[in-house]
């Protein structure tokens, strides 16, 4: 493994790939193939990942991985009334 990641690294520093970005990168990746993992659930995702669970919660949201922005109710438009 260390061999690949030493590869994955080469290749990000051939490309002009910055720190902040690959380790952002890193961040989400890992944290959405562990929440797959299991399903969704925070709380089981932040004990694999060996976080507390609203450290997740805020990781996910300076991610941009906020799943409750997606999953909201969208409000409807309000309906015109007809007039009679």
């Known amino acids: ?20 970005e690959a380790v952002s990168e890193f961040e989400k990746q ?22 507390h669970r609203n450290t997740l919660s805020r990781k996910r949201e300076e991610l941009g991985l906020d799943h409750h922005a997606r999953h909201r109710k969208r409000s409807r438009p309000p309906t015109a009334r007809r007039s009679s």
Not at 1 to 13: E, R
């Open 1 to 20: 493994m260390k061999d690949q990641i030493k590869a994955l690294i080469s290749h990000m520093i051939e490309s002009g790939i910055q720190y902040s």
């Open 30 to 51: 890992f944290i959405l193939r562990v929440l797959e993992e299991h399903k969704g659930n925070q709380s089981k995702t932040a004990e694999a990942l060996g976080i």
